[in-house]
């Protein structure tokens, strides 16, 4: 799962880089707001992921 978040993580990277490049310049404080809620979306799906890992290591024992 951590795998998947990394991959998740890399893709929204890659989107923001395209939609820098492409894209006429954002409004700074919009921008940054969209930035800060991926940010938090991706600390997010980490610490599910953690957890997940978490509650299997704990079943197996």
């Known amino acids: 799962m951590n795998a998947q978040a990394d991959i998740k993580m890399t ?3 890659e989107r923001d880089l395209i939609e820098r490049e492409l894209d006429a310049p954002r409004l700074g404080f919009a921008y940054d707001v969209k930035r800060l809620v991926a940010a938090v979306q991706n600390v997010i799906a980490r ?3 953690e957890a ?4 299997i290591t704990y079943a197996n024992g």
């Open 47 to 49: 610490l599910q992921a």
């Open 52 to 55: 997940g890992k978490a509650k």
């Open 11 to 13: 893709d929204q990277l």
